[in-house]
């Protein structure tokens, strides 16, 4: 291993480490973060918010840039998200003298904790290193951080911008929150630099994705002994709903109208389930709800279909809530600096069907999703990044800063 591959790896391990699960504050990682780039001479902006369940949430947004001028246009702005997915089971490799540093890790107990606590120690195995976050995104941002440090101001002629928001995995409120609060945001749409939203494209350029949106419908009714009459099953009045929601299911996969065929799958993939509160089978379910989730796309948001729903919902004197999701992404792949990004990593521009909290920088002109690791690895139970990734993508990083950000 090289030293910039070992100094990555060893950046990735310690940000591996911090147990930062959505429904856990991110403070404690976004103050190690903003520490490393202020050592780098980063000027840091840090804005906060307390989300719904009253956790707080940090969004960072560090620029270094020797001059003081942001009315030029251009540099580099690299966005990325501290938060991770829960961890319900862990089966990837775990360290033998695990300490058990991690115990603040979530909200689990007994054999769920012990998972949690293996996933937030990173073990480094033949060419991968394990752990939650490894490859989504924390992967990412160790790439990003290692090249900043291999570059000096004074080689610098434009900003560079480094931005960390949080609850990427729950609704983009990071990003949308930093849309709507940082003043540092304001002088990066002012710049319109090259925009690199770090989620990992095993450095492929991706020029688009999808959106998601979707919402749920409850119902209430009474709870009793199942032997019984004196109970109202919630389910009841939820069958309508579930006949139109696959009605509608079928509609998408079959129409034209809901299809856009530069995406793969076409559709709006519709997708449901049911919730119930019980789970013994001798209650009568007290309270049910059918969930929904939709990939949008640029021109078809599924609105209208979202509307049949609501108004069925009305009619039966159901509850109606609507999600608030992210949008969809579509930069024009013709864009010179499009191909100049392919040049430079020797892909093709790619369309993706997953989505990023990029849709929230819509007033970023510049924007694609490029980032070391595979999404096919995001997520899992044995979460890893490829070492030749993190080399891979330190070198790229650094060569778009030497780009963008150190030319006259």
Known sequence: MDATTQQTTQLLSRLIEFP?????SNRRISDDIAGFLNEMRFSVEETSYVDDAGVQKVNLVACRYPGTDFDQVGGLAYFAHSDV???PTWTGPKNENQSGANQSGGNQTGANQTETNAAFDPVLSGDRLYG?????????????????????????????????????????DGAKHLVKHSAAYRDIVR????????????????HAHKGITGFEVTSHGRSAHSST???????????????????INQATRRDTEYH?????????????GIRNSESAINITTQQASVWVTLRT???????????????KAAELKLDFKLY???????????????DELCQMTHTSPQVVCYGTDGGEFSELGRRVVLGPGSIEQAHTSDEWISLDQLKAGTALYADLIRRYCCQA
């Not at 710049?191 to 991706?206: C, F, H, K, S, W």
């Open 132 to 172: 939650r976050g490894a490859c989504d995104m924390k992967g990412s941002i160790a790439t990003m951080l290692t090249a900043a440090a291999s570059i000096s101001i004074d080689e610098q002629t434009r900003p560079l911008w480094i931005v960390c928001t949080a609850d990427e995995e729950v609704g983009f």
């Open 297 to 311: 796309m640029p021109a078809i948001d599924g609105q209208d279909l979202i509307e049949r729903v609501r108004h």
């Open 260 to 272: 856009d065929p530069r995406f793969d799958p076409p559709h709006l993939s519709w997708n449901y």
């Open 191 to 206: 710049a319109q630099p090259i925009a690199i939203i770090g989620e990992p494209t095993e450095l492929n350029v991706v």
């Open 85 to 87: 997915v829960p961890v």
């Open 324 to 338: 608030d999701g992210g949008s969809p992404v579509w930069i024009d792949a013709n864009q010179p600096f499009i």
């Open 20 to 24: 930062s699960i959505s429904s856990t």
């Open 229 to 247: 009459d004196d109970g109202i099953n919630a389910n009841e009045a939820l069958m309508p709903i579930l006949q139109l929601v696959e009605e």
